[in-house]
């Protein structure tokens, strides 16, 4: 088994679109609270997630500790991007320890609905491609999207992704069934 513990915690400042700054950091145990908020209130705001407006079930201790995890671990990173130190946007990587699929990992990624078409999704994965890089470990990244989430699909094609695959029902919302995209991307 392989284990790395990096303590990366890359910050960067970009401006965006409409001139406002959005600070991207590796999370840590202290944003909890806020990220408890912030997953309940993305989760309400569109059914592109995997999860709704109750957020994910997990107390502040459980957050705390999933986070403090993640801040320490070069295979599940997860950046938040702030605005006057307002959680707008996650990214997070989940990866595997084991040797044979170490330089995979899966991606994922939220913008808060009001904080759209600001290029906030490029500047996320941006950041994160420049982690990965750095840390020089993970070369094929996976995502799942919905097939009818053209405006992410864009983004992700943009970024280098490709579709390599289809899951049939993949999520149920509302007793409807949802196909996902597999898409791909090496860096």
């Not at 303590?7 to 999370?27: C, D, F, H, P, Q």
């Not at 997860?78 to 990992?105: C, E, N, P, W, Y």
């Not at 994965?125 to 989430?149: A, P, Q, S, W």
Request: glycine share 6%; hydrophobic share 45%.
């Amino acid at each position: 088994m392989m284990i790395l513990k990096v303590k990366v915690i890359m910050m960067k400042a970009y401006t965006l679109l409409n001139g406002e700054t959005l600070i991207i950091r590796s999370v840590q145990k202290t944003d909890a609270s806020n990220m408890l908020k912030y997953l309940k209130t993305v989760g309400g705001e569109s059914d592109n997630l995997l999860f709704g407006p109750e957020g994910v079930p997990m107390t502040l201790e459980q957050e705390e500790a999933f986070l403090d995890a993640q801040s320490n671990n070069h295979i599940h990173p997860m950046f938040i991007g702030l605005i006057d130190q307002k959680i707008v946007s996650v990214i997070h990587l989940s990866g595997s320890t084991r040797k044979r699929v170490a330089h995979l990992a899966e991606m994922g990624i939220s913008v808060l609905q009001s904080y759209w078409n600001q290029g906030i999704g490029h500047r996320m994965m941006t950041h994160l491609f420049d982690y990965i890089k750095e840390v020089g470990i993970i070369f094929t990244l996976h995502l799942r999207v919905r097939t009818d989430n053209i405006f992410a699909i864009k983004l992700y094609q943009k970024m280098g992704f490709s579709i390599v695959g289809i899951l049939h029902h993949h999520t149920r919302i509302d007793k409807e069934y949802v196909d996902c995209y597999i898409m791909e991307c090496l860096i």
